[in-house]
């Protein structure tokens, strides 16, 4: 008898909740790189635009955060639409040291394939990306009659979320102003593509300020814009061009474009989230996405467009600010993870270079130089860790062993550092500071598994999207298991998240 009342009242739950929206012709789905939730809240008397629009008509997701570690750029677009963890998909930061190669790697560096549409070089692709993503599996349930393009000014995020089957990705190249793509999707770049490079989208920029901030006349122009609002109106603007060029939403399937707005984190690394720029940066986010829902409504129809929104990763303060405000924080010494090993080591068993490789706050050692000492791995990563404990202000050390065994501590930053370690691609070493204490003489950055760098917005729009403040704890790797459910295709391969059906229905 229990039994069945416990069965019944699920099945009146399920039916209050509805059942999926109905199938978009348009999937739009947007990253505001380095964009923490109470951006949403703290300026949101400056929002009248697609934010406005998001916060009012959207489902809005208050408690949404990462659960892995590192929270960087090429991770959180990796999971936007793939719902893998790094220690699935491989994505374990923004770069790493290929033991293979013998060399420093990027997300998305991929030599097997050159530019298109700029100077010559080495292009980029999804290829290092273990699993697929929400818009493989729409190609693939359609027999490729959808069509898929990521946009943005990093490769890694117009290519990351995209996936492996995209039609293109495209980022603006800040050596020839123009936007570029590779060999990977096409050996030439369409025509309109094309067309849009001819106008120069960047230069009409030149010698214009931004709170004080002006831009130069040549030669360093394209990379002092992408650290303002005029960035993302590059970006916007290439992505109106595409919506239109590539008539996306308006072919008789369902499309999938991918648009990450880089210029936050730009704003954000130099100036820091309490600034003048970081609120400015926020409000121009509003009214651009005002104008670009705008262009999808004259195109497609907003009826027929499901939107989701997120953020790869908040922010730290700036140390110097903290300080002022009596909060704790600082800046940790130039290269003194890396000395501390290699003093330690050194000490222990003899002077040699044991370190191949170090990036900030993880390190490879040099396993070939253990082998031939005859000295036992995890012996040795457990005698630098004991010794980066005692460094002022590191929080945490985890060996490649302990994350491998699973012997992190069971709490929820020893999850988090699991999650985000992939055992071919991981680091022997990785350290993590106290809160607010960061690697890096000016600016600030992000990385670490506290709120500040984890807690992100997830607002989902769209026709059968129950508008409201929704605040149970998620993850954003629950974006892409409900889009897909959403559209009636299978799960990507590599998602750990749940189907966000308490939105559904209105």
């Known amino acids: 008898m229990v039994m069945r009342k416990i069965l019944a009242l699920i099945l009146m739950a399920v039916s209050l909740l509805g059942a999926a929206p109905k199938k978009p012709k348009l999937v739009v789905a947007i990253v505001i790189d380095q964009f923490r939730y109470d951006y949403l809240t703290r300026y949101r008397s400056d929002y009248h635009g697609g934010f406005d629009l998001l916060l009012t008509k959207g489902a809005r997701f208050t408690n949404a955060r990462y659960q892995h570690f590192p929270t960087v750029t090429a991770v959180g677009h990796s999971i936007f639409l793939s719902g893998a963890m790094p220690a699935l998909s491989g994505i374990v930061a923004n770069t790493w040291y290929d033991r293979e190669a013998g060399m420093q ?33 729409l190609k693939i349930a359609d027999d490729s009659q959808s069509r898929v393009i990521g946009i943005s000014l990093k490769d890694r995020a117009a290519i990351l979320p995209a996936g492996h089957m995209a039609n293109a990705a495209y980022w603006f190249d800040s050596k020839s102003g123009k936007f570029v793509s590779s060999t990977y999707y096409f050996a030439e770049a369409p025509a309109w593509v094309k067309e849009a490079n001819a106008t120069r989208p960047a230069d009409r920029y030149a010698g214009q ?22 960035g993302n109106e590059i970006v916007e603007d290439f992505a109106e061009r595409a919506l239109a060029a590539e008539q996306l939403g308006q072919r008789g399937v369902t499309d999938l474009l991918a648009v990450s707005f880089s210029s936050n984190d730009y704003v954000g690394h130099a100036y820091g989230p309490d600034s003048p720029e970081a609120r400015a940066i926020s409000a121009a986010t509003d009214e651009l996405l005002g104008k670009f829902f705008s262009a999808l409504d004259r195109a497609v129809g907003l009826d027929n467009v499901l939107v989701v929104l997120t953020a790869d990763h908040g922010v730290a303060p700036v140390p110097e600010v903290n300080a002022a405000r009596h909060m704790p924080g600082g800046r940790m010494p ?40 005859k000295l036992d791995l995890a012996e040795v990563e457990r005698t630098a860790a004991e010794a980066l404990a005692g460094v002022p202000h590191v929080f945490r050390v985890y060996t490649g062993a302990q994350l491998t065994g699973g012997q992190a501590m069971e709490d929820s930053v020893g999850r988090m550092a699991m999650n985000g370690y992939f055992p071919r691609r ?31 917005p ?39 998240g749940r189907v966000l059906v308490e939105m559904f229905g209105q």
């Open 105 to 137: 790697v990027s997300s998305v560096s991929d030599p097997e394939t050159t530019l298109v549409g700029g100077l010559p070089g080495v292009g980029s692709s999804p290829r290092r990306m273990l699993v697929d993503t929400v818009g493989d599996e």
């Open 209 to 230: 300020t931004w709170l004080g901030h002006q831009m130069p006349q040549a030669g360093q122009l394209y990379s002092a814009i992408e650290a303002t609002p005029y």
């Open 334 to 373: 130039d290269g003194v993870i890396a000395k501390t090993v290699q003093d330690t080591l050194s000490k222990k068993y003899g002077k040699f270079d044991w370190i191949t490789a170090s990036l900030e706050s993880v390190v490879y050692l040099n396993r070939e130089l253990i082998a031939v000492r």
């Open 426 to 456: 991981g680091a022997d070493l990785e350290v993590l500071t106290d809160p607010y204490w960061i690697f890096g003489s000016t600016g600030t950055t992000h990385g670490l598994p506290f709120g500040y760098d984890t807690h992100v």
């Open 458 to 496: 997830v607002i989902f729009l769209g026709s059968g999207i129950r508008p409201g403040e929704y605040d149970n704890n998620i993850t954003p790797n629950d974006i892409a298991p409900t889009l897909a459910t959403i559209l009636r295709v299978e799960t990507p391969s590599g998602s750990v």
